[in-house]
């Protein structure tokens, strides 16, 4: 594993209870930073607090993505915790099932963009004042493949990923001369629990588009994430960077 130097970083990582959000934890506590896990499940925090006990310094809050004063007063009280704030990584989000646009039910379609892309602009909108205030930052965004692509029966998840990925392009922009970069990861398909709310036929769809001819893994999702949280990521910003074993090249 290259050694990526995050000393006297503080991170907040969001889905940060298992996953792709648990293995960038494990591998931002690795390379010296202090990270915060966030996730709306408060028994999975706990079991991933006591794992990463002896792997560096761990906070956690539980947090509503979907609920902005939810997620102010977890900015707020990990700050305080930490006593400034450094880094987030915007990871949590949900797939909201499978089923043709005019077919979907809009509680599913609302829900979907709650988590996954009102939740990366609350973040944003409580974590960056911070960022401003220390005169430093790193924003990476978790989006997909599907966000350039778009998935057929997938619409409100692509839809969303979309917009995530022009989040990061404005917000990158506006913070451009601050000091503080925003960019974001479009991943194909993750070897992760999320792969349980898919039907195996939209696995198969996704898994045949990849030249690789195999599915991502949550250590490679955390490499590419760590670099993009470090000093060394320093004039690259407003971007999104690949993870799709070849799927998309643009």
Not at 22 to 47: M, N
Not at 87 to 101: E, P, Q, R
């Amino acid at each position: 594993m290259n050694r990526i130097d995050l000393q006297n970083r503080t991170a907040i990582v969001t889905g940060g209870a298992r996953g792709i959000g648990r293995a960038i934890a494990e591998r931002l506590l690795a390379s010296g930073a202090k990270v915060s896990l966030w996730d709306v499940d408060p028994t999975a925090l706990e079991q991933a607090a006591n794992d990463l006990a002896n792997a560096g310094t761990v906070h956690t809050a539980t947090v509503n993505l979907a609920d902005f004063a939810s997620v102010q007063a977890a900015a707020e009280d990990t700050a305080v915790a930490f006593g400034k704030l450094d880094i987030l990584v915007n990871n949590a989000g949900i797939t909201g099932g499978n089923a043709k646009t005019w077919e979907l039910n809009p509680d599913d379609w609302r829900r979907v963009m709650d988590v996954n892309l009102n939740g990366p602009f609350y973040c944003c909108h409580a974590v960056v004042p911070h960022l401003l205030k220390n005169g430093y930052g790193r924003i990476v965004s978790i989006a997909s493949i599907a966000g350039k692509e778009g998935n057929p029966n997938a619409a409100h998840y692509s839809a969303s990923k979309a917009g995530v990925i022009a989040l990061t392009k404005s917000l990158g922009k506006e913070l451009a001369t601050a000091n503080i970069t925003v960019n974001a990861v479009t991943p194909a398909v993750i070897a992760t629990d999320i792969l349980q709310q898919m039907p195996q036929s939209q696995i198969d769809y996704m898994l045949a588009k990849i030249p690789m001819g195999r599915l991502g893994t949550k250590e490679e999702a955390a490499a590419l994430v760590a670099w993009l949280c470090s000093e060394d990521c320093s004039f690259t910003t407003a971007a999104v960077f690949d993870l799709s074993g070849g799927r998309a090249t643009y």
